[in-house]
T-cell receptor, first 115, second 114 residues
Framework: DTGVSQDPRHKITKRGQNVTFRCDPI?????LYWYRQTLGQGPEFLTY????????KSRLLSDRFSAERPKGSFSTLEIQRTEQGDSAMYLC?????????????FGPGTRLTVL | GESVGLHLPTLSVQEGDNSIINCAYS??????FIWYKQESGKGPQFIID?????DKRQGQRVTVLLNKTVKHLSLQIAATQPGDSAVYFC?????????????FGKGTMLLVSP
């Protein structure tokens, strides 16, 4: 399967703990996006990378959230001192180098539950 | 801020019927639109897209219509099948944002009965 992959698929943690999620984009896709989705809502944009550069961050991305893409391939999203309100599906997406290829291809998501 | 929204939260149809899912957008600068299908526990799956220089685009069993005058988007699914049951989202983006931000609506759940 050459699609976007995410790990883990599910994470249950206690409030106050740190969690880290990983995303592996489609090979050769240079753009990578993180989204958050709560039940019954559409995905909300969090942040965007072009290669290793983080070019945009949403206001939703508080100081407790940090994302990296050190080598321009996989990316990690870390949430520090988790809160119950962080419970959501965290989606990663990627898109090709072609500037005319605008669609995002999404991974299966990581479901986070904060107790 | 401006956003994309959907009129109908749930649409129930019989297998074989044609389905129409509607979406209203408010950002007049939006010039690229995508429909996604999301099944339970999965990430959104690309269905079809359309640019603002087009009014209609057809895929396999799906057609997207764009009415820029009233800022309305629709997804038509022909001969709906039980496997089409899912939540459908429209999403929009604009060149003036560098196409970096894709804004999603809240979704419409399509239920197909055999």
């Amino acid at each position: 399967d050459t699609g976007v992959s995410q790990d883990p698929r599910h994470k249950i943690t206690k409030r106050g703990q740190n969690v880290t999620f990983r995303c592996d984009p489609i090979s050769e896709h240079n753009r990578l996006y993180w989204y958050r989705q709560t039940l019954g809502q559409g995905p909300e944009f969090l942040t965007y990378f072009q290669n290793e550069a983080q070019l945009e961050k949403s206001r939703l991305l508080s100081d407790r959230f940090s994302a990296e893409r050190p080598k321009g391939s996989f990316s990690t999203l870390e949430i520090q001192r988790t809160e119950q309100g962080d419970s959501a599906m965290y989606l990663c997406a990627s898109s090709p180098r072609d500037p005319l290829a605008l669609s995002r291809y999404f991974g299966p998501g990581t479901r986070l539950t904060v107790l | 801020g401006e956003s994309v929204g959907l009129h109908l939260p749930t649409l129930s149809v019989q297998e074989g019927d044609n389905s129409i899912i509607n979406c209203a957008y408010s950002n007049s600068a939006s010039d690229y639109f995508i429909w996604y299908k999301q099944e339970s526990g999965k990430g959104p799956q690309f269905i079809i897209d359309i640019r603002s220089n087009m009014d209609k685009r057809q895929g396999q069993r799906v057609t997207v219509l764009l009415n820029k005058t009233v800022k309305h988007l629709s997804l038509q699914i022909a001969a709906t099948q039980p496997g089409d049951s899912a939540v459908y989202f429209c999403a929009e983006t604009a060149e003036n944002s560098g196409y970096s931000t894709l804004t999603f609506g809240k979704g419409t759940m399509l239920l197909v009965s055999p």
